[in-house]
């Protein structure tokens, strides 16, 4: 049994993880072939950083997709960006930047503060949390998630404005892809990880959203196709 322990957010739609980087990590160690175990944590607050995923390893605790796929490479000597050259990797990284610090937002927008959509998804995201305290909690989490909106900007925008953001973003994404197998070529890599954590989170989710249309649409025309990268990863 392995002794690396990832903390994430629960499955639900047919995903491992509701938590677009949780399902990263995941698919992730699945790239690199390094066995895991996981635990599903119902709120994030255990974590040294207050957020999900968050893994145990060999007594240190770390916080952060990212930190913890550097913690990983090192340590265990395995690298899923082995094969791209300096400026494949700087492509990778601007990819990453754009969508886990712009689209994630238009998501996280589209299930907290959507009316329609936060009603069937409270239920979900906050699903581990006991009654009667769920309903205490779930106004508390949704101010805390329109702040977090408005501090990075995205927040400020009218529903149309950060969802032609998003479709935007969706849309760079499969022009990108192209006809490729995987976001930097023939193999799966770092991105393919990051993209393939948010994108099902998009395209599986039953909400209704401009988001998950374009990524419908989009979807058809190349791989990205719902669970594409976790059976090709499947260990
Ligand atoms: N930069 C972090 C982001 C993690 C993150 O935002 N996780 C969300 C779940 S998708 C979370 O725990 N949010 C709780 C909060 O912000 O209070 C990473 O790469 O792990």
Redesign the pocket.
């Known amino acids: 049994m392995s002794d690396l322990i990832v903390h994430q957010?629960p499955g639900a739609w047919g995903l491992p993880?509701?938590?677009?980087?949780?399902l990263?990590?995941d698919l992730y160690l699945r790239i690199v072939d390094i066995p895991f175990q996981t635990v599903v944590d119902a709120?994030?607050?255990r974590?040294p950083?207050?957020?999900?995923?968050?893994i145990e390893h060999e007594e240190k605790k770390i916080?952060?997709?990212?930190?913890?796929i550097e913690y990983v490479e090192k340590r265990f000597g395995r690298d899923a960006n082995a094969g791209l050259s300096a400026a494949e990797r700087a492509v990778s990284l601007a990819m990453r930047r754009l969508i886990?610090e712009n689209l994630?937002w238009t998501m996280?927008h589209d299930r907290w503060m959507v009316e329609d959509n936060w009603r069937s998804f409270r239920k979900v995201v906050l699903g581990g949390v006991p009654m009667p305290l769920r309903l205490v909690i779930a106004p508390l989490?949704r101010r805390?998630?329109r702040r977090?909106l408005q501090g990075h900007g995205l927040g400020l925008h009218t529903q149309d404005e950060i969802h032609a953001i998003g479709q935007r973003d969706i849309s760079a994404l499969a022009d990108f892809l192209a006809d490729k197998p995987f976001l930097m070529g023939e193999k799966a890599t770092e991105i393919d990880a990051v993209a393939y954590g948010l994108l099902p989170n998009i395209m599986q989710v039953p909400i209704t959203s401009p988001l998950k249309d374009e990524a419908l649409k989009r979807a058809t025309a190349n791989a990205l196709q719902v669970g594409e990268i976790p059976r090709s990863c499947a260990r």
């Open positions: 957010l993880s509701i938590s677009p980087f949780c990263k990590l709120t994030p607050f974590g950083k207050g957020k999900l995923p968050w916080g952060d997709s990212g930190f913890i886990e994630y996280v989490a805390g998630v977090q």
